[in-house]
């Protein structure tokens, strides 16, 4: 029976990162992946080119965990800074390209290469397509001779039937003996530290699969069910038909969701989560950066407030300035003052100057009677029966006000998301109480090492991802 150091299962952005250290560090590594291209995911992220991580992916309040404090020494021990030298190291040109993200300038394959080049210095074995058939804890006696034991099945957090073959058993140490014991179609394998590396359930196409929910279940250990994260919103599609034709429009927008933070009922008190972003309007619902983002908070039946005028804070004063000639018409002489004349341009004109004109006319014919959208009784009232024809002078002050409430919190409903197909992430994993921060250790289960995606622990849309998958492998790799 073969024997080695470590196992890692997943040939990830975090298997093959940690692989490669512990690699360098003199260690005996495997790496098993069931699917045919590894690190598919660093290939097709960032449009081909990896956002590998953020300038501000070491600030724990971008990422979304259970227990927020869970991040923080591994965002400490391995910032950005860290992986951005290894990258500098290996001459792998890159540039910033928004909000601190860092993006390879010629292709993510580049980083996959430094991947594999890391782990060949460290003599890793990677191995693939390899399926894992079943999986042992080893109880060690005194005389370090491994003899098996087994627990019953138990079934899958996602409803999956169980891995075959996978059984827990009651751990003690003893030395270096092999504590797990891997069957695979290549071959069973021994060994002393077992990574579990295997990711998110998000694009299934290219390997993406729920074995850490199901192993976790398997162990005993607890898990925060898995939903998709940075993935496109759906509206119903018989009530999205005015809006469905805007497909392709994009505007910045201010997007905010309230969130109940984790911890104790009485200590709880509902946030609000806000992104300044790009939206953009698909016939399905809305995608872009600010949806992404706000999608990983998102809950069903919630609602999002979208903000159209992100740049015009009260934006129903704005209008009845206008109106009364107080301020000047176009939004570029922001502030300037009017000519004192009542202001006599159509609706529709003056809010095309401030959205995209065909989104102007659509929200104003259609976003009162818009079926999902949870406007408060008195702005639903004063949206009914707005026409792009009617001129700012026909409408009293009281009604341009609640306009400009309505334009600045609309308040939407998703009815869902595009799912896993579409998620950049899976949100939710093994839960952070069951790991020590400062190792990625299972607590329960000495030499068991949970990291990347796998862990309930989701970044932002920018690279933060990468960011938390290279930070937790650095710090498993360092305790092994
Ligand atoms: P990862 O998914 O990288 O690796 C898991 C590995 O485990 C895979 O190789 C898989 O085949 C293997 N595996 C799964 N089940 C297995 C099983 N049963 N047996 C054996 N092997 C198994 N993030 C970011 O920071 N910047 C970005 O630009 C992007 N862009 C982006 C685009 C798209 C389209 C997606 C889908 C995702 C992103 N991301 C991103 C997210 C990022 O790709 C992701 O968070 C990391 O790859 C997670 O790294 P892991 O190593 O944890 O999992």
Same mark, same amino acid.
């Given at each position: 029976?073969?024997?080695?150091?470590?196992?890692?299962?997943?040939?990830?952005?975090?298997?093959?990162?940690?692989?490669?250290?512990?690699?360098?560090?003199?260690?005996?590594?495997?790496?098993?992946?069931?699917?045919?291209?590894?690190?598919?995911?660093?290939?097709?992220?960032?449009?081909?080119?990896?956002?590998?991580?953020?300038?501000?992916?070491?600030?724990?309040?971008?990422?979304?965990?259970?227990?927020?404090?869970?991040?923080?020494?591994?965002?400490?021990?391995?910032?950005?800074?860290?992986?951005?030298?290894?990258?500098?190291?290996?001459?792998?040109?890159?540039?910033?390209?928004?909000?601190?993200?860092?993006?390879?300038?010629?292709?993510?394959?580049?980083?996959?290469?430094?991947?594999?080049?890391?782990?060949?210095?460290?003599?890793?074995?990677?191995?693939?397509?390899?399926?894992?058939?079943?999986?042992?804890?080893?109880?060690?006696?005194? =005389?370090?001779?491994?003899?098996?034991?087994?627990?019953?099945?138990?079934?899958?957090?996602?409803?999956?039937?169980?891995?075959?073959?996978?059984?827990?058993?009651?751990?003690?140490?003893?030395?270096?003996?092999?504590?797990?014991?891997?069957?695979?179609?290549?071959?069973?394998?021994?060994?002393?530290?077992?990574?579990?590396?295997?990711?998110?359930?998000?694009?299934?196409?290219?390997?993406?699969?729920?074995?850490?929910?199901?192993?976790?279940?398997?162990?005993?250990?607890?898990?925060?069910?898995?939903?998709?994260?940075?993935?496109?919103?759906?509206?119903?599609? =018989?009530?999205?038909?005015?809006?469905?034709?805007?497909?392709?429009?994009?505007?910045?927008?201010?997007?905010?969701?309230?969130?109940?933070?984790?911890?104790?009922?009485?200590?709880?008190?509902?946030?609000?989560?806000?992104?300044?972003?790009?939206?953009?309007?698909?016939?399905?619902?809305?995608?872009?950066?600010?949806?992404?983002?706000? =999608?990983?908070?998102?809950?069903?039946?919630?609602?999002?407030?979208?903000?159209?005028?992100?740049?015009?804070?009260?934006?129903?004063?704005?209008?009845?300035?206008?109106?009364?000639?107080?301020?000047?018409?176009?939004?570029?002489?922001?502030?300037?003052?009017?000519?004192?004349?009542?202001?006599?341009?159509?609706?529709?004109?003056?809010? =095309?100057?401030?959205?995209?004109?065909?989104?102007?006319?659509?929200?104003?014919?259609?976003?009162?009677?818009?079926?999902?959208?949870?406007?408060?009784?008195?702005?639903?009232?004063?949206?009914?029966?707005?026409?792009?024809?009617?001129?700012?002078?026909?409408?009293?002050?009281?009604?341009?006000?609640?306009?400009?409430?309505?334009?600045?919190?609309?308040?939407?409903?998703?009815?869902?998301?595009?799912?896993?197909?579409?998620?950049?992430?899976?949100?939710?994993?093994?839960?952070?109480?069951?790991?020590?921060?400062?190792?990625?250790?299972?607590?329960?289960?000495?030499?068991?090492?949970?990291?990347?995606?796998?862990?309930?622990?989701?970044?932002?849309?920018?690279?933060?991802?990468?960011?938390?998958?290279?930070?937790?492998?650095?710090?498993?790799?360092?305790?092994?």
């Amino acid at each position: 029976m073969e024997t080695c150091d470590v196992v890692v299962i997943g040939a990830g952005a975090a298997g093959l990162y940690c692989a490669g250290l512990l690699g360098q560090q003199g260690r005996q590594v495997v790496v098993l992946d069931h699917a045919r291209r590894i690190g598919e995911k660093i290939r097709i992220s960032g449009g081909g080119r990896c956002n590998f991580t953020n300038l501000n992916g070491a600030d724990p309040a971008r990422y979304l965990c259970t227990d927020p404090r869970f991040v923080r020494y591994a965002l400490k021990e391995h910032p950005p800074e860290r992986f951005i030298a290894r990258v500098r190291h290996a001459g792998i040109g890159f540039h910033e390209k928004h909000l601190g993200q860092l993006f390879c300038n010629d292709s993510s394959q580049q980083i996959i290469d430094m991947l594999l080049a890391d782990c060949r210095r460290g003599g890793v074995q990677i191995r693939h397509p390899v399926t894992v058939t079943g999986m042992q804890r080893l109880v060690v006696r005194e =005389s370090q001779e491994p003899e098996e034991s087994r627990l019953a099945d138990r079934p899958s957090a996602t409803g999956a039937p169980p891995v075959p073959g996978i059984r827990a058993l009651q751990d003690t140490d003893a030395g270096q003996a092999p504590r797990f014991e891997i069957r695979t179609t290549a071959g069973v394998l021994r060994a002393r530290s077992l990574v579990i590396a295997t990711g998110g359930l998000s694009i299934p196409a290219i390997g993406a699969s729920d074995f850490a929910w199901q192993l976790a279940t398997e162990w005993g250990l607890q898990t925060i069910a898995p939903r998709p994260g940075l993935v496109p919103l759906t509206m119903t599609s =018989s009530a999205w038909q005015p809006f469905a034709a805007l497909s392709g429009v994009a505007l910045p927008v201010d997007v905010s969701v309230t969130v109940s933070p984790p911890g104790r009922a009485k200590t709880r008190k509902p946030q609000s989560v806000r992104f300044g972003e790009d939206l953009l309007f698909t016939h399905r619902g809305l995608s872009g950066p600010a949806s992404l983002q706000i =999608s990983s908070y998102w809950r069903a039946g919630q609602p999002l407030w979208l903000n159209l005028l992100p740049g015009i804070e009260r934006a129903g004063e704005w209008l009845v300035d206008l109106k009364h000639g107080r301020l000047a018409a176009s939004p570029l002489s922001e502030g300037k003052r009017g000519d004192g004349q009542p202001h006599r341009q159509q609706l529709g004109t003056i809010l =095309s100057t401030l959205l995209p004109g065909r989104l102007a006319r659509a929200w104003l014919a259609g976003a009162a009677t818009l079926s999902g959208t949870q406007w408060p009784p008195q702005l639903a009232a004063a949206l009914q029966g707005l026409r792009e024809d009617m001129r700012l002078t026909d409408l009293p002050d009281a009604r341009l006000r609640e306009l400009g409430q309505a334009l600045n919190a609309w308040p939407l409903v998703p009815a869902g998301t595009e799912g896993y197909r579409k998620a950049e992430v899976t949100v939710g994993g093994l839960a952070t109480a069951e790991l020590d921060p400062t190792t990625m250790m299972v607590r329960r289960i000495p030499g068991c090492y949970w990291i990347g995606e796998a862990v309930d622990v989701t970044g932002w849309l920018g690279g933060y991802n990468f960011q938390w998958a290279w930070a937790s492998a650095w710090v498993a790799a360092r305790a092994l």
